[in-house]
C-alpha cells in the first residue's frame, strides 16, 4: 500500500504513549516527520521540557496555556504553533481539556515505541 | 520570540499558494517541516502529481476522495494519511468542500514563496 490512511478519533491505531498523567499520545511515525495525536485531560499539566526534534503544535478542541520559551500564551482551538529544535515548552489544558496534533521532525526516536514519559526535562542535560 | 503563534483561520498568515482552481493553501515554513493549511472548494480537484519531500495530510472539515499511489480512498473529517516521498497523490472535494493540513518534511523549497501550481505531474521528470 503507498502509505497509510488513518483516523484521529480510532484508539486501535498508532503507538500508545502515556506522557503524564492526563496526557494520552498515540504515535504515527513516518520517515522524515512523526505525528502524535494527543487528548489531554482538563487541567492536565505536560512538564516543560526540550529536545533536538523540531515540533508543531495543532490545537483541535479545547483550550489551555502552552509554555514556551519561559513565556505563557493561551491558546483556543484552532490555534497552532512552531517551536524550534531545543526550545524549552509544555502545556496546561484548561477546563475542558484538549485535543492536539504534536508533529515532530525528525521524528522522535524515543516516541517509536509505546512507553511512557516525556524527553529531557528543565535542567537536565540535551 | 521562541517559536511562532498562527490561528488555522486567519486568513492574514502565511504565504498565500494558489494551487489549482478552487485550492487555496496557507503555506508556513519551519526549518525541518513546513504546513500548508488548505481550503478546498466544493467538488475542486487538485491534479494527482508528486515530489521528493514526505508529506502528511489531516482531513480537518468536509470529505473527499484521496488518490495516492493509483488508488482512490474516500476520506472524510478526522481522517489523515502519510504520504511517502514521490508517491503519486491528488485530492478531489465532496459536495461540501474540504480544510486539511498538510506537512511536508523536509519543506518544500518551491512553496517557500507565494505563487501558483503544485509540484511535478505524472509523466514529468523527478
Redesign the interface.
Known amino acids: 500500500?503507498?502509505?497509510?490512511?488513518?483516523?484521529?478519533?480510532d484508539l486501535s491505531q498508532g503507538h500508545l504513549r502515556h506522557l503524564a498523567e492526563g496526557m494520552e499520545a498515540r504515535i504515527?511515525a513516518?520517515?522524515?516527520?512523526m505525528?502524535s495525536v494527543l487528548r489531554v485531560a482538563p487541567n492536565a499539566v505536560g512538564e516543560v521540557h526540550h529536545h533536538p526534534?523540531?515540533q508543531?503544535g495543532?490545537l483541535?478542541e479545547g483550550s489551555g496555556v502552552?509554555i514556551?520559551?519561559?513565556?505563557e500564551?493561551p491558546?483556543s482551538a484552532?490555534?497552532?504553533?512552531?517551536?524550534?529544535?531545543n526550545?524549552?515548552?509544555g502545556f496546561r489544558a484548561g477546563g475542558e481539556g484538549a485535543f492536539l496534533?504534536d508533529?515532530f521532525?525528525?521524528p522522535r526516536g524515543d516516541y517509536e515505541l509505546a512507553g511512557r514519559g516525556f524527553a529531557a526535562k528543565l535542567g537536565e542535560a540535551d
Open positions: 500500500m503507498p502509505g497509510k490512511f488513518y483516523n484521529l478519533h504515527f513516518g520517515e522524515k516527520a505525528l526534534e523540531e508543531w495543532v483541535l502552552r514556551q520559551g519561559g513565556e500564551y491558546v484552532g490555534d497552532f504553533w512552531w517551536t524550534p529544535k526550545v524549552l515548552h496534533i508533529i521532525s525528525p
